[in-house]
């Protein structure tokens, strides 16, 4: 459930541990991925301190893999701070 909160809440540009669990507390789809269970905003810290530290990128650059292989995003183009490469 905390992996599904996480590789969400940063593809929402959500980073902060507070803003997570707030999150989860009033956005119906964090509500829905957490199957309206609430972690603290220190369980969010611990989870991505402890649990994801070293598999974090790992695990989003598979997710971004599965999206392109299922045709939802292009690894066409990249846009870093608005500029197109």
């Given at each position: 459930?905390?992996?599904?909160?996480?590789i969400?809440?940063?593809m929402?540009?959500?980073?902060?541990?507070?803003?997570?669990?707030?999150a989860?507390?009033e956005?119906?789809?964090f509500?829905?991925l957490?199957n309206?269970n609430?972690?603290?905003?220190?369980?969010?810290?611990?989870?991505?301190?402890?649990?994801?530290?070293?598999?974090?990128?790992?695990?989003?650059?598979?997710?971004?893999?599965?999206?392109a292989?299922?045709?939802?995003?292009?690894?066409k183009?990249?846009?870093?701070?608005?500029?197109?490469?």
């Open positions: 459930m905390m992996l599904k909160v996480m969400f809440a940063y929402e540009n959500i980073y902060s541990s507070r803003k997570i669990e707030k989860m507390r956005n119906f789809l509500m829905w957490s309206m609430i972690a603290d905003h220190n369980t969010v810290a611990r989870f991505r301190s402890q649990k994801l530290q070293s598999a974090f990128k790992d695990i989003l650059t598979q997710v971004v893999l599965l999206l292989e299922e045709g939802l995003i292009t690894l183009q990249v846009y870093t701070h608005g500029t197109k490469i």
